[in-house]
């Protein structure tokens, strides 16, 4: 409209400069042909088009023009005050209607979303669980009150989690939901954040989504810190209590296995063919009672903090030969070949001895287990940056695909012959020494468990003629 405009401006000051040229250009010749009374009419019809144009049609246009810019610049509470009821006139009011609904359509669409960022930051500030919204690099965009009350001071610090306490561990979820592009879970005692939430220790596990507009374009990040305090409470209490039951079991456990050995071995006297049967099967079935109770106790030490670690730098490939050492008897009872992979000059692990063998002696028993005679069993290591990855791989069945998932949970015996302790007891071992354990298995190609142990850190030692 506004081109429309200057372009009538410009006709109408054309077709009046040309009237106005007309009537003095003819003025001369009417003059000389003795025609002084059209001569002198002439230039003064001229000069009244000119200004009835520059009245009657450009100052309307000019009027309008002007008041349609300001409202194109945004300013809809202006309006023209051209009131005639020619053409001019109906533009004006148009003009004017229009303005109005456009300032009703511009001020409900602010307060319909007004509306909607009030009614999210109410549900965001109803959660109880803390909730705090990052960008991709970690910085705070918007937390609420739970949030606000763990950060304290630095609740309103953009780089707040650079300089509060577990602050790292949040910004590594982040890292990882933005790098994996999907929700990042943190779970079992090693992913668990300890804050202080007022005057009370709290223990949250932390649950990280990307955050996505609708075009799918990456906004940040939302992390929730679930409050678990009470259920670890109440699984520590229920840890001690199997343990210490577990210990009361122990000594009566012990003297009847004492009594069926001296029966199986005839101290008592001589046992009938079917009193050996009945012996044997209850030596076999003590044996795996006294198993599953060194394995709760085990775990119950790890879960309650009462096991102490004896760390030290372990050579991989004299591990791994100390394991297949192990298991070459029970191995070649199968005809299972057990096979070492491992270079010599691999990196020590920093790590404690006696776990270490544990958490080998648990996989090697179910691969053994497993694995059908003529079988495979491979024990590799590998070093990647600053981990040394060490691999189990066996032959056997596999396992079920919808059992991978809770494959290291307490009591998921693989089968009956097991404690289901076994997973458990060496998942929390190798979290305990800072490492990870991961399973692969699918059925007829058999199991592969990987897990990682520390690199020992490299002490520098000086060649006694650098001294001095």
């Known amino acids: 409209m506004l ?35 059209l001569a002198v009419a002439l230039p003064i019809a001229a000069v009244a088009i000119v200004i009835l144009t520059v009245v009657f049609v450009l100052v309307p246009i000019h009027t309008v023009a002007r008041d349609a810019r300001r409202m194109a610049e945004g300013n809809l509470d202006h309006r023209s005050e051209w009131k005639s009821r020619d053409s001019f006139g109906t533009i004006a009011a148009e003009l004017n209607r229009l303005a109005v609904r456009l ?3 511009r001020e409900t669409e602010a307060g319909r979303r007004q509306m909607e960022f009030q009614l999210s930051d109410a549900v965001l500030q109803s959660i109880f669980e803390p909730i705090i919204v990052t960008d991709g690099k970690g910085h705070l965009l918007k937390v ?19 300089n509060t306490p577990g602050g790292a561990k949040i910004l590594s979820a982040i890292r990882d939901a933005v790098a994996m592009q999907k929700p990042v879970a943190g779970e079992g005692e090693s992913a ?13 596990r932390l649950r990280t989504t990307p955050m996505r507009d609708s075009e799918g374009r990456l906004l940040g990040t939302v992390t929730t810190l679930e409050d678990v305090t009470t259920l670890q409470n109440t699984d520590r209490f229920k840890t001690q209590f199997i343990a210490v039951a577990s210990r009361k079991l122990r000594d009566p456990l012990l003297q009847v296995r004492r009594g069926l050995y001296a029966l199986a071995n005839g101290f008592a006297g001589p046992l009938s063919s079917l009193q050996t049967e009945i012996v044997s099967s209850a030596v076999d079935d003590s044996r795996k009672l006294d198993d599953l109770m060194a394995d709760l106790i085990e775990v119950a030490e790890i879960d309650v903090g009462k096991r102490e670690m004896k760390l030290e730098n372990l050579r991989p490939l004299t591990v791994l030969g100390d394991a297949e050492g ?13 096979n070492v992979n491992c270079f010599a000059d691999l ?8 776990a270490v063998r544990s958490i080998f002696d648990n996989l ?18 590998e070093e990647i940056k600053d981990f040394v990855q060490f691999t189990v791989r066996d032959s056997g069945r596999g396992i079920e695909a919808e059992r991978l998932a809770n494959i290291f949970d307490r009591f998921n015996a693989s089968s009956e012959s097991g404690t289901g302790m076994g997973l458990a007891l060496v998942r929390r071992l190798v979290e305990s020494l800072g490492g990870q354990i991961a399973v692969e298995s699918r059925l007829g190609l058999g199991t592969t468990f990987r897990f990682t142990l520390p690199v020992a850190a490299v002490e520098a030692v000086r060649h006694p003629v650098e001294v001095g």
């Open 326 to 338: 192990r298991y070459a008897d029970q191995a070649a009872q199968k005809h299972i070949d057990i």
């Open 103 to 105: 300032r009703d359509l």
């Open 347 to 354: 990196s020590y692990v920093f790590a404690d001895r006696r």
């Open 364 to 381: 090697l028993t179910n691969a053994l287990r497993f694995t059908p005679e003529e079988g495979h069993i491979l024990l590799a290591a």
């Open 3 to 37: 081109n429309l405009t200057q372009r009538l401006i410009l006709g109408c000051t054309i077709v009046a400069a040309l009237a106005a040229w007309l009537g003095v250009a003819a003025h001369g010749p009417l003059e000389a042909a003795g025609h002084g009374t």
């Open 192 to 204: 668990l954040l300890p804050m202080r939430f007022g005057k009370a220790d709290r223990s949250f």
């Open 144 to 162: 609420n009150q739970a949030a606000a009350e763990l950060l304290g001071e630095n609740a309103s610090d953009r780089m707040a989690l650079t």
